[in-house]
């Protein structure tokens, strides 16, 4: 009987895997509509009011605002509101 142990098993875990797999699924989701509804393409808008921070931040040597500049350089530019955001106190 120990002979046939491993080979049985080995039935044994494949038919319990068969069964598991033949069933209906429940809910088939589309991968589209839940990443859109997790990440909306439209983007998402934040009420976030920052003040002085970056301007407090720039000040405070944890932005230094050229090098964040050309950062943006290959990107289209540094955009207007940002370098306001950093110089605006």
Do not use: C, H
Not at 27 to 56: F, Y
């Amino acid at each position: 009987m120990e002979k046939y142990a491993t080979p049985l098993s080995i039935i044994g875990a494949g038919i319990i895997i068969a069964i598991s797999f033949s069933g209906s699924p429940t809910q088939k989701i589309n991968a589209d509509s839940l990443q859109e509804s997790v990440l909306p393409s439209d983007g998402v808008t934040l009420p976030v009011t920052w003040g002085d921070l970056g301007a407090n931040l720039a000040e405070a040597g944890a932005i230094e605002p050229a090098k964040l500049e050309a950062l943006y350089k290959d990107r289209g530019g540094f955009p207007p509101e940002y370098k306001k955001m950093i110089e605006e106190n």
